[in-house]
């Protein structure tokens, strides 16, 4: 059985690292992976991010977040940068997993180059669009968390961690473009990109987190009656 893809998104400091990680350990202790592994369903459970989910894309990523020392980097080409990144992803790692029947928990995918190249950069939509389905060669996401956030507590949240990337360092008005960008994204896709509050505590985002995933997981699988078979 084919794998899914599940994609968490947001603003910088949304708190999709930490929500992803407590996700893979909740499939892993609510016996979900065990049930779907024991049932054939799923083969394995694996995480990844863009960009760097590849070694090629490690180098890209250092690429695109280092500070650069001697020139800036233009708008296009951070624009292929990312696609690069993702036709490596999806080729070398995404769907060769898929085929395999893994569940894949992905940091970050194509709503990350609309919201921050298309709504952040400016570049046309149209041609982001089209670029994402060059590299994604139409591979979408089966489910995108978009963890909801104003873009000024995101930064201040990075803030704290003491260092700031070359995309975190942009302007505020940067980071709130982006951040309209990904709400009218959902507002667009409502059964793919389903809205978190990421306001909440940690666990208060788990909890809503793991809610969703119990509804997804229960209608792809049909893991429900599964349950009550035993
Ligand atoms: N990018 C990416 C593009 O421009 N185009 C693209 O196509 C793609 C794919 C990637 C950068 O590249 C850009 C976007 C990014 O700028 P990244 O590392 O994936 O870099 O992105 P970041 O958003 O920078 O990832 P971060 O790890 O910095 O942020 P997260 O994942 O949103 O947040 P997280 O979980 O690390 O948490 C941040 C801090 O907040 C705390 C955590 O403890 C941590 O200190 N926190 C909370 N605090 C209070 N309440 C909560 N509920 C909290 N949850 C977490």
């Excluded at 998104?9 to 690292?17: A, D, F, H, P, R």
């Excluded at 060059?134 to 803030?159: F, I």
């Excluded at 960008?181 to 809503?208: K, W």
Aim: hydrophobic letters at 40%; aromatic letters at 6%.
């Amino acid at each position: 059985m084919r794998g899914k893809l599940i994609v968490f998104e947001g603003v910088e400091g949304c708190g999709k690292t930490t929500q992803l990680r407590r996700s893979q350990q909740w499939l892993v202790d609510s016996g979900w992976q065990a049930l779907l592994q024991t049932k054939g369903y799923l083969q394995h459970l694996v995480t990844t991010r863009e960009p760097g989910g590849t070694a090629l894309g490690l180098q890209v990523r250092q690429l695109l977040l280092a500070q650069p020392t001697t020139e800036a980097i233009e708008s296009r080409a951070e624009l292929l940068l990312y696609a690069a990144d993702r036709a490596q992803h999806v080729d070398g790692y995404l769907n060769p997993h898929l085929l395999q029947g893994a569940l894949i928990l992905c940091d970050r995918y194509t709503d990350s180059t609309i919201a921050y190249q298309g709504y952040g950069r400016g570049i046309d939509l149209n041609l982001i669009a089209q670029l994402n389905h060059v590299a994604t060669n139409g591979l979408e996401s089966d489910l995108t968390l978009w963890l909801d956030l104003d873009a000024a507590t995101g930064l201040v949240r990075t803030q704290q961690r003491g260092t700031a990337d070359r995309i975190e360092q942009a302007d505020l008005s940067f980071h709130q473009r982006v951040q309209q960008g990904f709400t009218e994204l959902a507002q667009r896709h409502p059964q793919r990109i389903i809205r978190i509050d990421a306001t909440r505590t940690e666990t208060e985002v788990a909890e809503q987190i793991q809610t969703v995933l119990t509804q997804r997981l229960a209608a792809w699988y049909g893991v429900e009656r599964l349950k009550a078979e035993g």
